[in-house]
C-alpha cells in the first residue's frame, strides 16, 4: 500500500529509529526493495527518480507507484534529487507520496525560494517535501572517493526550514555520496545541533557503508530517513558478475541473482534502522 504523510517520519524519530529510502533504477530494484518490506515488515521508502529516469524514463515511475499500490507493506514513492520544479509537478501527478528539491547547488536564497515553490507543489497534492541544505559531495548513482562539502550551518538551517515549509532536512555532516577509501567522519556535534534548531525530522544521504554505530548515533540525533544507494547497486553487480559464466545465455536468471542480492542488502538495513519482526511470508534465500 502506498505509504502517505510524513507522519512516519515524526513517529520515527520519536522512537529513535528511521525509515530507509531505497534507490532503484530498474524492475528487479523495484522487486527487491518491495519484498524486503514485505518481509520485515518495516515502511521503506522506494526511490525512483531523478537520475533514475535517465535509465528507466517515466516507466520507472510508473512501476514503482504500482509495486508500491499492489504491495501488502507500507511503501512510499519518493522523487530524489530532483531540481527540476516541471519534473517534481510531474511526479506529483502520477501519485508520488514525497518529493526531494534538491537546491543545495544554489546560494541560500535562491535555494529558499526554489523549495518553497516545490513544498507548495507537494503540500497542494498531499504529498511531503524535503529539501537539503549544505553541499554532498559525490554523484549518488556512481560516487567513490568523494570528499565532504560544505557542511550544513545549523543557524542557517532553521531559517530554511521556517522559510521553506519542509517536511524534512537533508544535512551535510561529513557524509558524502558513494564508498570512500578513508572512513567518513560524521560530525555529531553539528548534527545535534540542527537537530536542536530544527523542527522536522532530518535525513541523512550516503549513509551507505556507515558503521551500525554511526548510523544509530544519528538517529539518536534526529535523523529519521537513511539514504541507501551504493550497497544496493554494488550487491545487485556483484551478483549479477557472478552469475554470468554459470547462466550466461539464461537473462532471467542474471537478473534474478541481482534481484535476490539486493533484496539481502535491503532486508538486513531496513532492520537496522527499525527493528521488527520478520513476515513469516519472508522470500530470502
Not at 557472478?242 to 545465455?249: R, V
Request: some cysteine.
Amino acid at each position: 500500500m502506498l505509504l502517505r504523510g510524513a507522519g512516519v517520519l515524526t513517529e520515527a524519530a520519536r522512537g529513535r529509529t528511521a525509515v530507509a529510502g531505497f534507490t532503484a533504477y530498474n524492475l528487479e530494484t523495484v522487486q527487491a526493495i518491495r519484498a524486503a518490506a514485505e518481509a520485515t515488515g518495516a515502511p521503506v521508502i522506494l526511490q525512483a527518480g531523478a537520475s533514475g529516469f535517465r535509465h528507466g524514463g517515466w516507466a520507472l515511475a510508473h512501476l514503482a507507484l504500482a509495486a508500491a499500490a499492489d504491495s501488502s507493506a507500507r511503501i512510499g514513492v519518493h522523487l530524489d534529487h530532483s531540481r527540476d520544479l516541471e519534473e517534481i509537478r510531474a511526479c506529483l501527478d502520477l501519485g508520488y507520496t514525497s518529493v526531494m528539491v534538491d537546491g543545495s547547488h544554489l546560494p541560500f536564497r535562491e535555494n529558499v525560494e526554489l523549495t518553497r515553490e516545490a513544498a507548495e507543489l507537494a503540500h497542494a497534492a498531499g504529498a511531503w517535501v524535503e529539501g537539503e541544505l549544505g553541499a554532498l559531495a559525490g554523484d549518488e548513482d556512481r560516487s567513490t572517493d568523494a570528499r565532504s562539502g560544505a557542511f550544513t550551518d545549523p543557524r542557517e538551517a532553521a531559517r530554511f526550514v521556517e522559510e521553506t515549509g519542509v517536511d524534512a532536512l537533508a544535512v551535510a555532516v561529513g557524509n558524502v555520496h558513494g564508498f570512500t577509501s578513508t572512513p567518513v567522519r560524521l560530525d555529531f556535534d553539528r548534527l545535534a545541533e540542527i537537530h536542536a534548531s530544527c523542527p522536522v525530522p532530518l535525513v541523512l544521504h550516503g549513509a551507505s557503508g556507515l558503521p551500525p554505530a554511526d548510523r544509530e548515533a544519528a538517529l539518536d540525533r534526529g535523523v529519521a530517513k537513511v539514504n541507501v544507494n551504493t550497497e544496493l547497486r554494488q550487491a545487485f553487480l556483484a551478483a549479477v558478475e557472478e552469475a554470468l559464466p554459470d547462466d550466461g545465455h539464461d537473462l532471467a536468471g542474471v537478473l534474478a541473482a541481482g534481484r535476490r542480492a539486493v533484496e539481502r542488502v535491503a532486508h538486513r538495513t531496513a532492520l537496522e534502522l527499525a527493528p521488527t519482526s520478520p513476515a513469516p511470508s519472508s522470500s530470502l534465500k
